[in-house]
């Protein structure tokens, strides 16, 4: 049996859950979406529907008879045409191990029941803008080996678009302003720009590369599409688990842009944008994380990110001003970010904006 429908306008998702009401109150949410749901009631029915049809989206409850929800995604991962496909835990089970579990198997996002119609219509929303961006991107890597130069030309003009329209769902989840960014991403070019006139430096910059990290900056934390808003939004200290949930929010965004770049080598931005989503918490002394790089292992692109960004948390949300910001800059220079391009970064500083 063929699955999908002829409104191309309507996204079509798959709603895996061995109980009826559940399936049935999920469908009346995506439906009043303007969304087409499809029902399985098992993860092996699931597995027919997917034979030559690709939804944009899959929600699938984790306990479940047979198959579960788990051992569903681990096939689909592995599936060369379903690989793609974003996946959506729901579960009754809201544990910090179970949610990690999830993450780590390549799920996107997990809602806990009982449903509530707001929050899962907006994570729905927000994980099937992405998919339409990743698709975007990824036909423009496409066409990109059928005419090279055309399609440098198309990258050009949509790849800040695509760039801006993801960094900005994360935004939005966080509470940052979208005026925060838009200065980090100034910023960096800016430090980029003073770095190119430094002979230490100015072999590593090209003007290229001044445009590109300027382009990057703004994903830093494209991986927190993967953390569940109320910790990106907890006001409190975040517990031993919840940090650890947060701290994969590197490995997420370097994932989703590795799967974006189809090894690519004229997606130089998104290369950088890998590095830049990796690497901006570690620390120049080591202690940062996820990998506990020192130095110059950590690339020069996370490098300047975190100057810039630490620049711009101080003298933005923390209200510190320009002098005071650098003030505390100084002393955690040569442990926190390199202390050359600090350097850079003060004699520059009445430049950044």
């Known amino acids: 049996m063929a699955y999908g429908n002829?409104?191309?306008?309507?996204?079509?998702i798959l709603i895996i859950d061995d109980v009826e009401m559940n399936r049935e109150i999920l469908r009346e949410i995506i439906s009043d979406m303007g969304e087409s749901p499809f029902l399985a009631e098992s993860g092996e029915q699931a597995l027919e529907m997917l034979d030559g049809w690709e939804p944009q989206l899959i929600l699938t409850d984790i306990s479940m008879p047979g198959m579960d929800g788990y051992e569903l995604c681990k096939i689909l991962k592995k599936g060369e045409k379903t690989r793609n496909i974003p996946i959506i835990f729901i579960s009754a089970f809201s544990e910090p191990e179970d949610i990690i579990e999830g993450f780590s198997l390549g799920g996107e996002d997990y809602i806990t029941k009982p449903f509530i119609p707001e929050v899962?219509?907006?994570?729905?929303?927000?994980?099937?803008?992405?998919?339409?961006?990743?698709?975007?991107l990824m036909e423009s890597n496409r066409k990109l080996q059928i005419s090279v130069h055309e399609q440098l030309r198309q990258i050009e003009m949509e790849k800040k678009n695509i760039l801006y329209a993801m960094a900005?769902?994360?935004?939005?989840?966080?509470?940052?302003?979208?005026?925060?960014?838009?200065?980090?991403?100034?910023?960096?070019?800016?430090?980029?720009q003073?770095?190119?006139l430094s002979p230490m430096f100015e072999n590593m910059i090209s003007d290229t590369y001044i445009d590109?990290?300027?382009?990057?900056?703004?994903?830093?934390?494209?991986?927190?599409?993967?953390?569940?808003?109320?910790?990106?939004?907890?006001?409190?200290?975040?517990?031993?688990?919840?940090?650890?949930?947060?701290r994969k929010h590197t490995n997420i965004g370097a994932k989703l842009l590795r799967d974006l770049n189809v090894n690519s080598d004229y997606n130089d931005f998104i290369a950088t944008s890998m590095d830049v989503a990796q690497y901006h918490h570690e620390n120049w002394d080591g202690s940062g994380y996820p990998?506990?790089?020192?130095?110059?292992?950590?690339?020069?692109?996370?490098?300047?990110v975190a100057v810039a960004g630490r620049y711009c948390q101080l003298t933005?949300?923390?209200?510190?001003?320009?002098?005071?910001?650098?003030?505390?800059?100084?002393?955690?220079?040569?442990?926190?970010?390199?202390p050359d391009i600090f350097k850079i970064c003060n004699k520059i500083s009445r430049q950044l904006c």
């Open 212 to 246: 590109t990290i300027e382009l990057a900056a703004p994903l830093c934390d494209i991986g927190n599409i993967g953390v569940p808003k109320e910790i990106l939004q907890k006001k409190s200290a975040l517990t031993e688990e919840e940090t650890a949930i947060m």
């Open 194 to 196: 003073g770095m190119q």
């Open 120 to 136: 899962v219509q907006a994570r729905v929303g927000v994980h099937l803008r992405l998919y339409e961006a990743k698709r975007e």
């Open 291 to 304: 990998k506990g790089c020192a130095g110059t292992e950590i690339p020069l692109a996370a490098q300047i």
């Open 168 to 192: 900005n769902v994360v935004a939005q989840d966080k509470d940052y302003e979208k005026e925060y960014m838009d200065r980090l991403g100034r910023n960096c070019g800016i430090l980029a």
């Open 6 to 12: 002829k409104d191309s306008s309507k996204a079509e």
């Open 316 to 338: 933005g949300e923390e209200g510190y001003s320009r002098q005071e910001a650098l003030a505390v800059m100084e002393k955690e220079a040569g442990k926190i970010f390199n």
